[in-house]
Every structure is written in structure tokens, then in C-alpha cells.
């Protein structure tokens, strides 16, 4: 991130445990957690997912896991100037009939959302999905609406909201600056 930068923080780590609490007593709150198996957006999303996972071990181990990447279904491709890294998706379980909860840390446009729908759907065709977010920051292109949020923020549209996870990024919390940051 650039130095000139200016970002302010909107959840610190104690927080952000507090989201995924949130987050796992609505999945708790809805399916019997023997129904259900975890996807996440690869890579943020997918370590949601593991974190509200292990809140949900204590109440039932061994929810299923898996991850995608949805780098080849994106629609913006042509704003990069290099071609996207790839990683591997990895889901270990039958996606025809399965109920899926399909995770990422921030919702926006729904575009990413979209084009995990189109990866997913790759691997079979699942009874449902339903769609799990650690930030809600508004602001949809598509008709995307998330099943389960863990935190609610109302950002303008030229705001950049930034997850960081400490297993990814070394750092922990969600901040909010007016520009995308310089990597």
C-alpha cells in the first residue's frame, strides 16, 4: 500500500471474530450442519470459510470444505495488464445435490459472485447455494443478495473496502480508504 494512502479501520481483529461468530450462528440457525459443505472464493473467501468452519467444529466436526478459483469466469480480465495467477480450485465432494454455502470476504457488485456461480456450476448442479459474506458494502451491478452477512457496511461506490486476514496478509481487520490501494 502506498504511504500516502490514507485508510481507516471499520473492524479491528476482535471484531472481525465477532462477524464470524455471526456468521456461523446463521448458518447454524438455518441448516442442520450435517446438510450442508463450505466453498470458498479463492483466497479470502476460502479462509472465511475455514474460520467459520472451525467456530462450527464445536458444534459439529468435519464440515466440508472446499475451495475456487474463479480467476478464468471473471468478466474484467481486460482491466489487468497481465494474466490473472492461478490457483486450485479444490472440492472434495459431489456438488450434484449437494447444499452448498458458498463464501467471500466483501460484496460489491456481485460480479465475483457471478462468476463463482458460473465456476461452481462447472462441478455439477447443486441441490442449492446460498451465499455467505463477511462484509456487505452495497453497491450491486447483478441481483446478488447474500444469505448470510456478517458485517453490514453502507460505502459510497468510489470507497475501497480491504479484508485483510493474518493467514493471507500478515494483518487483521477491515478498512475502508478512498482509493484502491498501490501493491
Do not use: C, H
Not at 59 to 75: A, C, H, M, V
Not at 77 to 106: C, H, M, Q, W, Y
Not at 149 to 164: C, E, H, I, S, W
Amino acid at each position: 500500500m502506498s504511504v500516502s494512502e490514507e485508510r481507516r479501520q471499520i473492524l479491528s481483529s476482535e471484531e472481525m471474530d465477532e462477524a464470524l461468530r455471526n456468521l456461523a450462528g446463521q448458518i447454524a440457525d438455518r441448516y442442520p450442519l450435517e446438510s450442508i459443505v463450505f466453498v470458498g472464493i479463492v483466497t479470502r473467501g476460502a479462509t472465511v470459510a475455514e474460520r467459520v468452519r472451525g467456530v462450527l467444529n464445536r458444534i459439529k466436526p468435519e464440515i466440508q470444505t472446499g475451495t475456487l478459483d474463479i480467476s478464468l469466469y471473471r468478466d474484467d480480465l481486460e482491466r489487468f495488464n497481465k494474466v490473472p495467477s492461478l490457483e486450485t480450485s479444490d472440492i472434495p465432494f459431489a456438488v450434484d445435490g449437494a447444499r452448498i454455502i458458498l463464501f467471500d470476504e466483501v460484496l460489491f457488485t456481485g460480479r465475483t459472485v457471478r462468476a463463482a456461480l458460473n465456476g461452481l456450476l462447472d462441478y455439477g448442479r447443486p441441490a442449492k447455494i446460498d451465499l455467505a459474506v463477511l462484509v456487505d458494502r452495497g453497491g450491486r451491478e447483478l441481483p446478488v443478495q447474500p444469505d448470510f452477512v456478517g458485517y453490514k457496511l453502507d460505502a459510497k461506490p468510489t470507497d475501497y473496502v480491504q479484508v485483510r486476514l493474518r493467514e493471507v496478509d500478515d494483518e487483521e481487520g477491515v478498512f475502508i480508504s478512498d482509493k484502491r490501494p498501490v501493491k
